[in-house]
């Protein structure tokens, strides 16, 4: 059964299907961020008017603290 699946018939996903979507994605996830570490702090750091600005830098770094602690939560191995 895939989340969609559960969608379909209107009940909640299940905790598994939700741990199962974590464990998967959140790797992946990281593994972008990494890649784009280097990208997006030049980009935060170009000139009176940047490309991403440091405002952007801060809610990614808290959004992804959240990410994290779901992943700590949902996969505690």
Known sequence: MTLKHSER???EPRAEELALLVEAVVP????DLEASKKKLFEGSMNG???D?????????YRRT???LEMFE???PE
């Open 48 to 50: 009176p008017t940047p």
């Open 73 to 75: 939560a949902f996969c």
């Open 9 to 11: 018939r209107g009940s």
């Open 28 to 31: 992946m996830f990281l593994h």
């Open 52 to 60: 991403v600005p440091i405002q952007d830098i801060f809610s990614l």
């Open 65 to 67: 603290r959240t990410i």
